[in-house]
């Protein structure tokens, strides 16, 4: 039977704004700098321009971008090693669907090892070619050739045997993210707790220094990559699945319903991901899809149809997933939202509770603790801005 339905006191709120403020300070610290991304900026650029020189047939006429997690906003460190991934497309402008896919890849390495440098940097992989910046990032090239018959502007990659090209649209993909991250939820403003009313009101664009789809994408990308840390086996739920159901289901709720705050858009985006995974007739059996909209043929839960252990390790940590930010809503104690945030994001957590108690610590000795309307907590007065108790804002 479910609890009854009890309304949100002012502890309430404050103690959920403040919950949502570590979560994002959790994607904070996961993504990279200014600087560190400046220079990952700075080697493709120099990479793109040496490409672009060469005189090999295959290369006269190419276009270097950023796509994946660096192209969309939602990187964040990996856990075990110091490097972050940047994925380029290297798109070869004048070679037809009729060329070897092998042949396109050799083209590019060739052109990478004869840069004095780039050819001790080089790693080969299945359909990419790999830069490695010790202690920074590495850079993953892989090359895409234009797939006129795809309406979007869409391309094709080589498949992992580098026998077949696939469709796929980089480009595209990124433009629809960004189009779904600029919704902007409905939140309910308050005006009095004296007063039985309330109004929506779009969420404020000073919260946060990043969308909210970006920072959804981010902590359930770590939270996966926690959750699997002592999994045997690679089964993981790869992160353009996350991020393509995550975009999905934020445009549906989004546009669907008004909501509290923060944290309940967050959670509304979990709950409905996997209403977006859809189960169509291939080759006459059942099957998984999480399609690419934006280019016709791209399923990427291709493999879980041939590896159906990676379906059901997807259907167990998003319903993990989904319980622990439910129970982190509703905790209360700082010691128990230690705990909760330690279990869901790892050492990423630790430090975010660490910083948290010296900030708060520090506001409380001074006085200088306040709430602000469209920023929450802060530790300066601003217009509006009502000083608050010495409290931790989960009931300690």
Known sequence: MNAPFRPLTPQDRLRRAELYRLLVEVCEDLAPTKEQFERARSAYEAVATWIAGSDDPLLASTLVYLHGSGGLGTTIKPIGRMEFDIDLICLLLGVSRSTDPAAVKAAVGRRLREHGRYAHMLQEKKRCWRLNYAGEFHLDLSPTIANILCPNGGELVPDKALSSWHPTNPRGYRKLFEERAALIPRIVKRFAESQNRAEAEPFPATLTLANVLNRIVQILKRHRDVHFLDVRGDVAPISIIITTLAMRAYEAVVLREVYEDELDVLIATVRAMPQFIERPLIDGRPAYAVWNETTQGENFADRWNREPERAEAFFGWHAKALEDLEALRDTSGLDRVRNRMEAGFGQAGVRVMNRHQDRLSEARKSGQLW???????????????????????FGD
Do not use: K, Q
């Not at 709430?371 to 804002?393: D, K």
């Open 371 to 393: 709430l602000a309307p469209s920023a929450g907590l802060i530790t300066t007065p601003a217009p509006l801005s009502t000083p608050v108790r010495s409290n931790t804002f």
